[in-house]
């Protein structure tokens, strides 16, 4: 069965630092462009950070810019999201999601196919 | 940043109904939209991508279509079952954006 299973998420203080795990299985990891994606408690969803296949690339959205930084073991079949001076506003629930490329009328598409169930990262003091 | 509005951010509507969502970017992203379902507590499922193509094992009464700066998303009968939040998703350029959402609630 194609899975992604995240972890690490939990309760931080303001400025401080948590790293997020997303465990693949059931495809080939090192095939895929990955991505993490938040959402805020009753908000919608953000674009966090993708990762090209052998990590030799790396976007991110301009508010984690210098904060978060995306990883990748292609080994272990493993995402990681370490975040840094964090703030109130990263409070949200973090997915992982599997990039999927294809081709429809000749033109190349990405989509996110394949999502983690998501883990809660709450910054309070 | 490539700015996604969806339109409306909640609507209410009868099993049965002809449900359409809109979605218009802030500048030209051809076709490189995608649409996604979101359930309470639940993570998002794709339904359309390249603006106009069916996702396998999604019902045929969604369908999408558009291009350039204006999409829409299509239910053609609601069902119990949709009712649920729907998001746009351009990825055209980085930073990918999300339009706001739709709520689809029972009326």
């Known amino acids: 069965e194609v899975q992604l299973v995240e972890s690490g998420g939990g309760l931080v203080q303001p400025g401080g630092s948590l790293r997020l795990s997303c465990a693949a299985s059931?495809?080939?990891?090192?095939?895929?462009?990955m991505s993490w994606v938040r959402q805020a408690p009753g908000k919608g969803l953000e674009w966090v950070a993708n990762?090209?296949?052998?990590?030799?690339?790396?976007y991110y959205v301009d508010s984690v810019k210098g904060r978060f930084t995306i990883s990748r073991d292609n080994a272990k079949n493993s995402l990681s999201l370490e975040m840094n001076s964090l703030r109130a506003e990263d409070t949200a629930a973090y997915y992982c999601a599997r990039v999927f490329k294809g081709v429809a009328g000749g033109r190349e598409y990405r989509v996110f196919d394949i999502w983690g169930q998501g883990t809660m990262v709450t910054v309070s003091s | 940043a490539i700015q996604m509005t969806q339109s409306p951010s909640s609507l209410s509507a009868s099993v049965g109904d002809r449900v359409t969502i809109t979605c218009r970017a802030s500048?030209?992203?051809?076709?490189?939209l995608g649409w996604y379902q979101q359930k309470p507590g639940k993570a998002p499922k794709l339904l359309i991508y390249?603006?106009?193509s069916l996702q396998s094992g999604v019902p045929s009464r969604f369908s999408g279509s558009g291009s350039g700066t204006d999409f829409t998303l299509t239910i053609s009968s609601l069902q119990p079952e949709d009712f649920a939040t729907y998001y746009c998703l351009q990825d055209y350029s980085y930073p990918w954006t999300f339009g706001q959402g739709t709520k689809v609630e029972i009326k």
């Open positions: 990762i090209k296949q052998d990590g030799s690339d790396k």
């Open positions: 500048q030209g992203i051809r076709n490189d």
């Open positions: 390249a603006a106009s």
């Open positions: 059931g495809f080939t990891f090192s095939t895929y462009f």
